[in-house]
């Protein structure tokens, strides 16, 4: 089985300023790692993912994210976020191997203030 | 391209009253469809998914049921709502094993309020 801690429930920013968000995973299996934005009222859209090989991902929006083996982590980052950016982000992971259903963190609020 | 279509879009309902919630994909055949629900401040929780027409499993025991009639038409149902099934409903699907998408993609989802 599969667990996924995002450390922060709400994060709070300031426009122009960088950001990361925590995203930690629990597997005894390789795994596909996800990170989803989901505006208010909306159904949550795909930032970026990581199967395999380069462990630097760029994604929309301007948002990245870095797979650590090492550490089970998969921090979401960006260098200078725009109000826009006020969302709710999940991290989500899957095993490699034929499952289908992903478990999800339990989000992380972005606020960002003018 | 492949799109998911979630109707209604808000739903305000009593208690005791029946629900039907349903949800079409474009685009794409025999996915793998999803049922979430999202109460207030709260993650995600899969109640059910389906691999295939009358393939359902249910991750949550409830008062809540869910079919699949058509390949890309996945309906989930209730007899008697509770409050507590007030929430933001979403489906999702995925491609199918091996067809070289890993990912979910969303519908736009239902907000239920049961009164």
């Known amino acids: 089985a599969q667990s996924v801690t995002q450390l922060d429930s709400q994060v709070p920013v300031f426009e122009e300023a960088p950001v990361e968000l925590r995203c930690n995973y629990s597997?005894?299996?390789?795994?596909?790692l996800f990170w989803y934005v989901q505006y208010p009222n909306q159904g949550l859209q795909l930032l970026l993912k990581y199967l395999s090989g380069s462990t630097l991902v760029k994604g929309i929006n301007g948002f990245e994210a870095e797979f650590n083996k090492s550490q089970t982590s998969f921090h979401l980052r960006k260098p200078s976020v725009h109000i826009s950016d006020t969302a709710e982000y999940f991290c989500a992971v899957r095993p490699s191997g034929g499952s289908y259903i992903p478990t999800f963190g339990r989000g992380t609020s972005l606020i960002v203030h003018p | 391209s492949q799109t998911i279509h979630q109707w209604p879009a808000t739903l305000v309902q009593p208690v005791g009253s029946p629900l039907s919630l349903e949800c079409t994909v474009e685009?794409?055949?025999?996915?793998?469809l999803y049922w979430y629900r999202q109460a207030a401040g709260r993650g995600l929780q899969l109640l059910f998914y389906s691999i295939g027409i009358d393939q359902i499993s249910s991750e949550v025991p409830q008062n809540l049921s869910a079919s699949r009639p058509q390949d890309r038409q996945f309906i989930l149902s209730s007899k008697k709502l509770l409050l507590s099934d007030s929430g933001f409903y979403l489906c999702a699907w995925m491609a199918g094993t091996g067809r070289g998408t890993y990912e979910q993609y969303f519908g736009p989802g239902t907000r239920l309020t049961v009164t």
């Open positions: 685009g794409t055949s025999n996915p793998n």
């Open positions: 597997s005894s299996v390789s795994v596909y």
